[in-house]
């Protein structure tokens, strides 16, 4: 069996990430995609871009929230395994920006999902991205060690029921 200290630093190591535009003017996400280029190297914190939810540990959203996103973004959320943490990326992500009073708007990522992490700016710098990227991976570390607890006492349980049969 994987030790549990192993388990939750290989997690943290090499965290993989998803990123969902909310309907964002796509500065924000010119400065997502810059962050994976060899210039500012996101992938030296083991960090991989992947296009499926089920395998990722990050969410990465830019743009404002709107009534015909919300329900797509509760979506991929939901899909995610446990842990998981989410960054809100930009003035938009953060609390709706500029955008925030329009009609069909309904606000930052928070209104919809949990939010580990905010990286302010319009458009925020690589920089600021990674560190808000970073931020959200000691929430990961957290919300790992209880995941794992979690799942270390079920299997004791079973074991316990099996041994006692
Ligand atoms: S925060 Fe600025 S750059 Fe980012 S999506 Fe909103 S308006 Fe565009």
Request: glycine content about 10%; proline content about 6%.
């Given at each position: 069996?994987i ?10 190591k ?13 500065g ?5 995609l ?6 500012y190297?996101v992938?030296?914190?083991?960090i991989l871009?992947?296009g ?15 009534h015909?996103?919300?329900?797509a973004?509760?979506n ?42 905010y990286?302010?700016g ?24 209880r ?6 006492e079920?299997?004791a349980?079973t074991?316990e029921?099996?041994s006692a049969r």
């Amino acid at each position: 069996m994987i030790p549990k200290k192993l388990l939750n630093k290989s997690r943290v190591k090499s965290p993989w990430l998803i990123h969902f535009d909310c309907g964002s003017c796509n500065g924000c996400d010119i400065e997502v995609l810059a962050c994976l280029t060899p210039l500012y190297d996101v992938e030296r914190f083991g960090i991989l871009n992947v296009g499926n939810p089920k395998h990722a540990d990050i969410l990465v959203v830019t743009g404002t929230v709107n009534h015909r996103n919300q329900k797509a973004l509760k979506n991929v959320y939901d899909q995610m395994p446990e842990p998981k943490v989410v960054v809100a990326i930009g003035a938009c992500g953060s609390t709706g920006g500029i955008f925030r009073e329009a009609y069909n708007v309904v606000g930052g990522v928070d209104q919809v999902i949990p939010v580990d992490s905010y990286v302010p700016g319009c458009a925020p710098k690589p920089e600021r991205i990674i560190d808000g990227i970073v931020l959200a991976l000691e929430k990961l570390a957290e919300k790992g060690k209880r995941v794992d607890e979690g799942i270390f006492e079920r299997l004791a349980g079973t074991r316990e029921a099996i041994s006692a049969r």
